[in-house]
């Protein structure tokens, strides 16, 4: 499984963000946990770069989606969870 992370879900990635809580979880939390299990977690370049994000401050393991992958995955219908 691969959790793609776009629009305001580099947030997630910041300074601060095991401060957030939704519906009692902690989602950089269940991420963490998520690639403990073989999750795959990337992040979209274009929302880090709206909202100034460095690949230098992603967490081990989180990688800058590349470009061409973005869109082929985008096109193959992808079920998206938002919160």
């Given amino acids: 499984m691969t959790v793609f992370l776009y629009i305001h879900g580099d947030k997630l990635m910041k300074p601060g963000a095991y401060t957030l ?11 963490k946990d998520g690639m403990a299990d ?14 100034k994000v460095e690949a230098e401050g ?3 393991g989180i990688q800058v989606m ?3 992958l973005l869109i082929e995955k985008i096109r193959k219908n ?3 969870f938002t919160y």
Avoid: I, K, Q, S
Wanted: hydrophobic fraction near 35%; include cysteine.
């Fill in 21 to 31: 809580v939704f519906h009692e979880e902690n989602p950089p939390l269940l991420l």
């Fill in 38 to 51: 073989g999750c795959n977690v990337r992040v979209c370049p274009h929302c880090m770069m709206a909202h």
């Fill in 58 to 60: 992603l967490r081990d």
């Fill in 66 to 68: 590349d470009n061409d």
């Fill in 78 to 80: 992808p079920t998206v």
